[in-house]
């Protein structure tokens, strides 16, 4: 049974670019969530996808946006780059959207490196 | 909003030793806990989670955590640490239905 599974696993971009990063859930998840872990921080909450709608969206600006096609995969993009944005990005999948009693299974990340 | 702080960033013990990582939340309503670890250059592992079921709650690993309301705790323990123990852990609460807050993070050192 495949884990979450993330692409790529670590990109390098400069700035002003944009960065589009992949996940694919856990088997029979149908919701996905994404966070951002700067260096020696906890991840933070960006936003969560459930039948193909942004449900909820943590403080992140526009430049952040998703998507979630009908076999449940996502991808997160962002635009206009910044150095800041420079992080390890975590997706992160669950069952049936009932709620965060659901256990959310992380994947390995990607790290994005803005030069 | 629901938080949480993680006291001490960095904690260390030796082999064999208890291990403890505090971890204490602030939220309006009765919350879900979670403890998760993160090994080097990995995503994040579920240890355990708290849903207002048993106060005790026991994880993988040999760890368990015990949710106190009247201290807004809920720390995670093991009572000999290994060495495969170091990692990173984070504690999280649930805010809402949808997101987990995780605090800053303990760093956990085990000396052989």
């Known amino acids: 049974d495949a884990g979450v599974t993330q692409s790529p696993t670590h990109l390098i971009k400069t700035r002003g670019q944009q960065v589009t990063l992949r996940c694919s859930p856990k088997s029979g998840h149908d919701t996905v969530s994404w966070y951002q872990q700067a260096l020696g921080q906890g991840p933070q909450f960006i936003f969560q996808?459930?039948?193909?709608?942004?449900?909820q969206r943590g403080n992140f600006p526009d430049r952040f946006s998703g998507h979630q096609f009908p076999n449940y995969s996502s991808e997160l993009n962002v635009n206009a780059l910044l150095l800041g944005d420079s992080a390890l990005y975590l997706c992160?999948?669950?069952?049936?959207?009932?709620?965060?009693?659901?256990?959310?299974?992380f994947g390995p990340g990607t790290r994005l490196l803005v030069l | 909003a629901q938080s949480v702080t993680q006291l001490g960033s960095h904690v260390s013990v030796s082999e064999g030793a208890l291990v403890l990582l505090r971890c204490n939340y602030s939220?309006?309503?009765?919350?879900?806990l979670f403890w998760y670890v993160q090994y080097p250059n990995q995503g994040l592992q579920l240890l355990l989670k708290?849903?207002?079921?048993?106060?005790l709650v026991k994880g993988i690993n040999g760890f368990e955590a015990e949710f106190k309301k009247s201290e807004t705790s809920f720390h995670l323990t093991k009572p000999s640490a290994h060495m495969s123990d170091a990692a990173e852990y984070f504690c999280a609460v649930s805010e809402g239905a949808q997101k987990l807050v995780f605090g800053q993070g303990t760093r956990l050192t085990i000396n052989p």
């Open positions: 996808y459930y039948e193909e709608e942004e449900r």
């Open positions: 992160a999948s669950s069952l049936d959207g009932t709620g965060v009693r659901e256990t959310q299974y």
């Open positions: 708290y849903t207002s079921a048993a106060t």
């Open positions: 939220s309006s309503v009765p919350p879900y």
